[in-house]
């Protein structure tokens, strides 16, 4: 969640024998939900400059109180360059900074992130949401993907009208139509986008590829796509065994019959994760350049993985089964898990489901669907983000 230092720039009339301009600069820091701070470290850089971007003058550094005054001699009229740069902040540049014989004013807005900013969708009753600083509920759709590349923000998701599903792909608020099936995932490379979905097809750039001859059948389906420089690989299932597609070949994963839903990528291993079959019970199951690994004795899903340096995430959830009456009836509880290195970690007691796992600076965030609540987890941390709703994917950027 980003902190925003909003800048004032107000420009008095130009004293016209003198040539002096003043400049008056006020700095706030604007936190999320509207706090405010009041001051700020010195250190600002105000740079002004004319056509043939030669420097007027640098006024470097502001007073405690947040606000300087600086003077800038021998100013013509006419239109120039100002950069105000902070080196805990972007920086700022407008060229179009008008001096003239009338008062101006100027409002910006720089970006400062100390605190990662972290996006979030999942869905909300009928509707796909986006949580980042507040809601943005997109369409009657589900959210199940998102992807940020720059200032884009790229969200994968489902749309439902007339009892037919159909994929969708969001870039920064705007929809795409894909394809009458699902979409599960989005990833960005350069300016290449890639989509992957229902019945085994991988999008690229909107164009549309068939990773198997089964698909455009309810026998293939495509879960997760990752992009390694050249290489393109897509997670996903023919029948019920678990493919991975490097590059549109298949390849088979272990020996157990089961789904993988999560790719990733890093030097020269392929990690995968999701369930395993064995006796009719759902194992959580993680895939390292093809060689199964269980990650849990009892029934249990995995849902995404991550890999941070020598550290692999995975997330999902563990089901504790219970039984009772002659007939019996079978019912269980779920628990969000989380593993490392392929071992439970035990700060996660919550009831529910963890659906992605992103990890950025040494801070673990996994979000999922916790007591029915869509939910943000910061290394173990709850912070709930909607009541009845649900978060599928979570991407930080730092």
């Known amino acids: 969640?980003?902190?925003?230092?909003?800048?004032?720039?107000?420009?008095?009339?130009?004293?016209?024998?003198?040539?002096?301009?003043?400049?008056?600069?006020?700095?706030?820091?604007?936190?999320?939900?509207?706090?405010?701070?009041?001051?700020?470290?010195?250190?600002?850089?105000?740079?002004?400059?004319?056509?043939?971007?030669?420097?007027?003058?640098?006024?470097?550094?502001?007073?405690?109180?947040?606000?300087?005054?600086?003077?800038?001699?021998?100013?013509?009229?006419?239109?120039?360059?100002?950069?105000?740069?902070?080196?805990?902040?972007?920086?700022?540049?407008?060229?179009?900074?008008?001096?003239?014989?009338?008062?101006?004013?100027?409002?910006?807005?720089?970006?400062?992130?100390?605190?990662?900013?972290?996006?979030?969708?999942?869905?909300?009753?009928?509707?796909?949401?986006?949580?980042?600083?507040?809601?943005?509920?997109?369409?009657?759709?589900?959210?199940?993907?998102?992807?940020?590349?720059?200032?884009?923000?790229?969200?994968?998701?489902?749309?439902?009208?007339?009892?037919?599903k159909s994929g969708k792909l969001w870039k920064n608020g705007v929809k795409q139509d894909l394809f009458r099936t699902s979409a599960n995932a989005v990833f960005v490379n350069g300016n290449d986008v890639y989509v992957v979905g229902g019945l085994g097809y991988l999008w690229i750039n909107g164009s549309s590829y068939a990773l198997s001859e089964r698909s455009s059948t309810d026998d293939c389906e495509a879960y997760s796509v990752f992009v390694d420089g050249n290489d393109v690989y897509v997670a996903g299932k023919i029948y019920y065994n678990p493919v991975l597609w490097k590059n549109g070949e298949a390849q088979r994963l272990g020996n157990s019959n089961g789904v993988p839903v999560s790719v990733y990528v890093q030097g020269n291993d392929v990690y995968a994760v999701g369930d395993a079959y064995e006796g009719g019970i759902l194992y959580a199951t993680l895939w390292k350049n093809g060689i199964e690994q269980r990650l849990s004795n009892k029934p249990s899903v995995a849902r995404s993985v991550f890999v941070f340096g020598n550290d692999v995430y995975v997330v999902g959830s563990i089901f504790d089964y219970r039984t009772f009456g002659n007939p019996y009836t079978v019912y269980h509880n779920e628990y969000v898990a989380v593993w490392k290195n392929g071992v439970e970690e035990d700060q996660y007691p919550h009831f529910g489901r963890a659906n992605s796992v992103y990890v950025s600076e040494n801070d673990v965030y996994v979000v999922g669907t916790i007591y029915n609540t869509a939910t943000l987890l910061k290394n173990g941390f709850g912070h709930p983000l909607n009541d009845n709703s649900s978060a599928y994917s979570v991407f930080v950027i730092k």
């Open 1 to 164: 969640m980003a902190i925003v230092l909003s800048v004032v720039l107000s420009t008095c009339k130009k004293d016209y024998e003198s040539g002096r301009v003043q400049i008056f600069v006020t700095y706030q820091l604007i936190y999320p939900k509207g706090s405010q701070a009041t001051a700020i470290d010195d250190g600002a850089v105000i740079k002004l400059e004319n056509n043939n971007r030669n420097s007027l003058h640098i006024h470097q550094g502001i007073t405690s109180d947040c606000r300087g005054e600086i003077i800038f001699d021998n100013v013509v009229y006419g239109t120039y360059t100002l950069t105000v740069a902070h080196p805990c902040y972007n920086t700022y540049t407008n060229n179009n900074f008008i001096i003239s014989n009338e008062e101006n004013n100027y409002y910006v807005e720089i970006y400062k992130s100390t605190e990662p900013n972290v996006y979030v969708v999942g869905r909300k009753g009928g509707e796909a949401f986006l949580w980042n600083n507040g809601e943005l509920p997109l369409d009657m759709a589900i959210a199940k993907s998102v992807f940020v590349s720059g200032k884009d923000v790229y969200i994968a998701g489902n749309q439902y009208s007339g009892g037919l």
